[in-house]
Structures are given as structure tokens and as C-alpha cells.
């Protein structure tokens, strides 16, 4: 069973600083996603990568296959990125790649 | 383009009532899913259909029924409710199930408390 692990649980943060959100998983994968639900509970994807690194705006998120290890950025933090971020994985190709594994999520409050 | 559509957005029942969650999407996609989501934990899976007239179990089916009998609805139904299904559900879409290629765009929720 896929596990996904996301690091820190919460995150309080000053306007303008950079921060940075973990996440391991414990199986090959064939893209991991992260998604972005606001305060309203409403979930968006920003995200979906199998390797290297992306980039919208803010945000970038980068992955390391072999590492099992990815993070997601967000420079220059604002008040309207607090949400919380979820981490999901799906795995290789197969009926298991219709099963994605998400983590808890991580809270981040950015602070005026 | 709606997106995806949930309805009802809020549904209060009492314990062995069976109702109906409504999901629908106007993007043509193949895959559709329910995930629960409950505090502390992560969104779990509860069916899923990789097309009309095929769904499949999650990690969490007990409890629930799924069909699919056009590409956009895919109902969820709860056939006795227990306190235990008190929860916020998400109904989701991608174009395929699997690689890069399952962008997942979500509906609003539905927040179901169960006495």
C-alpha cells in the first residue's frame, strides 16, 4: 500500500517569506499531484509532475523519483496562499493507477 | 463550461435514511470518483468509473452504491445512513485514470452530517 507522508502538519509564516512543503511516498509512481484547498473547502490542482521541476507564477514543485521526494515552494507568501496544500500520488500503470493516495495536507497560515 | 457539479452542497439525515449525492461534469471526461474527507485523515476513495457502465471499488465502499449510465452523472447513494458516513464528499474528474494525463478537477462538496 502506497503511503504519503507530508511534512510540516502546519505552517505559520510571515508575509513575504519563502516556504517550502514535503512530501515522500513509499512506491513508484507514475505523477504526483499536489492540490490546493482553500479556507470555502473547495480543492484545485496546481500540479502534476513526474519528474524535474514546475513552475506557475509563485509556486513551484519539484520531484526526485529515485528519492521518492517531492516539495512544493511558494516565494514571496501572501495572505490570500493560506490553505491548506494535499499532496496525492498515482501509482504506475495498472488497475492501482485509478487509486490515488492522498496525504493529510499540510495548513499553512501566512501572517500580514 | 460548469465543471463539476455537486448537489446538494449541505444534507442533514437521520440514522437508516438513503438519499442520493448527485455529481456531474460537462468536460467529456472519462474517469470520475467520490472521496470522503474526514478530520485528520486524507481524501479517501470511495468507487470510481473509468467510463459509462463501469465503476469499480475505492478503499472505503462499504455503505455506498455508484452507477454510471452517461459519461457526465455519477450518483452516489447511501443506502442506510450511519453516523459513521458523516463527512464531506467530493466528487472528482480527470480525462484518464492514470500518468500524466489525470489532471483532477473537483466539485464543490457536499457536507453530510448523519444523526
Known amino acids: 500500500k502506497n503511503e504519503v507522508e507530508q511534512s510540516p502538519q502546519n505552517l505559520t509564516a510571515q508575509e513575504g517569506e519563502f516556504i517550502t512543503i514535503n512530501c515522500s511516498y513509499s512506491?513508484?509512481?507514475?505523477?504526483l499531484h499536489w492540490l490546493q484547498q482553500h479556507p470555502g473547502g473547495g480543492i484545485v490542482s496546481l500540479f502534476m509532475?513526474?519528474?524535474g521541476k514546475k513552475k506557475h507564477g509563485r509556486l513551484i514543485a519539484t520531484i526526485n523519483i529515485q528519492e521518492k521526494h517531492s516539495s512544493l515552494h511558494i516565494t514571496a507568501s501572501h495572505p490570500r496562499d493560506s490553505a491548506v496544500y494535499i499532496c496525492?500520488?498515482?501509482?504506475?500503470?495498472?488497475?492501482?493507477?485509478?487509486?490515488?493516495?492522498f496525504g493529510k495536507g499540510t495548513k499553512l497560515s501566512v501572517i500580514p | 463550461n460548469a465543471g463539476v457539479t455537486q448537489t446538494p452542497k449541505f444534507q442533514v439525515l437521520k440514522t437508516g435514511q438513503s438519499m442520493t449525492l448527485q455529481c456531474a461534469q460537462d468536460?467529456?471526461?472519462?474517469?470520475m470518483s467520490w472521496y470522503r474527507q474526514d478530520p485528520g485523515m486524507g481524501l479517501r476513495l470511495i468507487h470510481y468509473?473509468?467510463?459509462?457502465?463501469?465503476?469499480d471499488q475505492g478503499e472505503v465502499p462499504n455503505g455506498y452504491n455508484v452507477s454510471r449510465s452517461t459519461t457526465e452523472d455519477f450518483p452516489l447513494r447511501l443506502l442506510s445512513a450511519a453516523p459513521s458516513q458523516t463527512s464531506v464528499y467530493f466528487c472528482?474528474?480527470?480525462?484518464?485514470?492514470?500518468?500524466?494525463?489525470?489532471?483532477?478537477?473537483f466539485g464543490p462538496g457536499t457536507r453530510l452530517t448523519v444523526l
Open positions: 472528482a474528474s480527470s480525462y484518464t485514470a492514470g500518468g500524466l494525463y489525470n489532471e483532477q478537477f
Open positions: 512506491v513508484g509512481i507514475s505523477a
Open positions: 509532475l513526474s519528474s
Open positions: 496525492a500520488v498515482s501509482p504506475y500503470s495498472g488497475a492501482g493507477s485509478y487509486q490515488l493516495t
Open positions: 468536460m467529456n471526461h472519462e474517469y
Open positions: 468509473s473509468v467510463g459509462a457502465g463501469i465503476t
